[in-house]
Nanobody, 115 residues
Framework: QVQLTESGGGLVQPGGSLRLSCAAS????????MGWYRQAPGKERELVAT???????NYGKSVKGRFTISRDNAKNTVFLQMNSLKLEDTAVYYC?????????WGQGTQVTVSS
């Protein structure tokens, strides 16, 4: 099975930037799609961005134009570059990775946007 390790979260002021990373390890087969979800206190889980193995991307409405998802297939790592951060971006961000018919999740990393 696959283990995902996230990093890069933290505290940032409105208008600032953060870059999240998520590295997959331990899988027997190649990783397919990867992406990010987030969940803010008292709110439902929300899709942030997805990326296929060949680089096709999709973004949630609230982040399109501000966030960029990318991946390094040689390192089985997915990134999320977050720019122009807003207060409402505050959430725990979870990465996922697909392998065969399975979906694996990272432990989550806290992003707090505050003035």
């Amino acid at each position: 099975q696959v283990q995902l390790t996230e990093s890069g979260g933290g505290l940032v002021q409105p208008g600032g930037s953060l870059r999240l990373s998520c590295a997959a390890s331990g899988g027997r087969f190649s990783i397919g799609g990867m992406g990010w979800y987030r969940q803010a206190p008292g709110k439902e889980r929300e899709l942030v961005a997805t990326i296929s193995w060949n680089g096709s991307t999709n973004y949630g409405k609230s982040v399109k134009g501000r966030f960029t998802i990318s991946r390094d297939n040689a390192k089985n790592t997915v990134f999320l570059q977050m720019n122009s951060l807003k207060l409402e971006d505050t959430a725990v961000y979870y990465c996922y990775a697909e392998q065969l018919t399975n979906v694996y999740w990272g432990q989550g990393t806290q992003v707090t946007v505050s003035s």
